[in-house]
């Protein structure tokens, strides 16, 4: 892509830079280089998981007086919805990968940095 | 996040080969040192089972640590029981702690069987591995808490604990407890069979400390909202 449209993009960033009528446009204080990284993305707060189950299992304590043998159930219940929920967040987070067609910044800036952006001869 | 990108990793041999490190490129995978795994023929496998098989006859392998063996004997949780009891290193010491708890349990409930009548004697139980199994099994806690910061304060939330930390969590107990509040003068492993069985039983300061915890979750059960996991 830069390839392509290289040398007009060059051209283009210089008239940026010298201006037109003497007065530039851009005034930068740094180079205008890419960085060899991505900003993070902040991640998405979810809703609690399994808050059914565990006020269940929390109400057979109250009135069995804290003893485990005669909520096993609810136990096992609270057990199974927390595998699933471990499960579905797993899921959806390779899903969202996939979908999104982009990769999650972590990974690009791993691959940023093998790659990285030369700005120096040597 | 290095082990999320190892699918990004071509196929690699090391130049220099890893024996005994304990950081290992992601690329390795993990040994597999039980004798039955190897001993399944083809048509009992899973199609996963299968990529598995062929995965590892392609791909390094990380150096078995020292502490687990291909024997009948040996078990993953008296060994991380062992692991977390050792001090300074000296792995020897827990070890000879660990045996002579199990012994001393063993001991115990073999003179409690010669005593009882001949309708209790079934419902004692003599193995020690079994009866460390169980009493781990009751102090484990199920669920947590966990201190969770919500407009400038922090609240105390209950929430789900995965196995491995409930595993942790009743070993430190059990430990903490035999270290601390026992009379200075008994031996750690008379100690720990004392607890052990107390704990088998039901009974004892683990499981109070883990009834305490399960009544803390139970008061603080309002809070249970202000987790986003």
Redesign the interface.
């Known amino acids: 892509m830069a390839t392509q449209g290289g040398i007009a993009f060059q051209e283009k960033v210089s008239r940026l830079l010298r201006g037109q009528n003497g007065k530039p446009v851009l005034k930068p204080n740094r180079a205008l280089v890419l960085k060899d990284a991505v900003a993070n993305r902040k991640p998405k707060k979810g809703e609690a998981s399994c808050i059914t189950e565990m006020s269940v299992l929390m109400a057979c304590w109250k009135q069995n007086n804290f003893v485990d043998t005669l909520c096993s159930n609810e136990i096992n219940s609270f057990y199974m919805c927390v595998e699933k929920a471990q499960a579905d967040a797993k899921n959806k987070a390779a899903q969202s990968n996939i979908q999104g067609g982009r990769l999650p910044p972590k990974q690009a800036t791993a691959l940023l940095k093998r790659y990285p952006n030369l700005c120096k001869e040597i | 996040?290095a082990a999320?990108?190892s699918g990004?990793l071509k196929p690699w041999t090391p130049r220099v080969f890893l024996v005994r490190w304990s950081r290992y490129n992601p690329y390795y995978l993990e040994p597999e040192v039980s004798k039955e795994a190897y001993s399944r023929p083809e048509t009992e496998l899973s199609a996963e089972e299968k990529e598995q098989r062929e995965l590892k006859a392609l791909r390094p392998i990380k150096a078995a640590t020292s502490g687990v063996s291909s024997s009948v004997f040996d078990d993953p949780v008296i060994s991380k029981f062992i692991n977390m009891m050792m001090e300074h290193g000296n792995k020897v010491l827990a070890r000879e702690i660990m045996t002579q708890t199990l012994e001393n349990i063993k001991k115990k409930q073999v003179e409690k069987y010669h005593k009882a009548s001949e309708g209790e004697r079934e419902a004692i139980e003599c193995n020690p591995y079994t009866i460390f199994h169980q009493a781990l099994e009751?102090c484990k806690p199920?669920?947590g808490l966990a201190s969770i910061q919500k407009g400038g304060k922090y609240y105390q939330v209950?929430i789900?604990l995965t196995d491995n930390r409930r595993r942790f969590l009743a070993m430190k107990w059990m430990i903490t407890e035999c270290r601390d509040n026992k009379h200075r003068r008994t031996h750690m492993y008379e100690k720990l069979s004392q607890e052990l069985l107390a704990a088998f039983g039901k009974e004892g300061n683990v499981m109070k400390k883990k009834?305490e915890l399960?009544?803390m979750?139970?008061a603080n059960?309002a809070y249970?909202?202000?987790?986003?996991?």
């Open positions: 996040m999320s990108i990004l009751n199920v669920v209950p789900p009834y399960h009544k979750a139970e059960r249970a909202h202000y987790r986003w996991w």
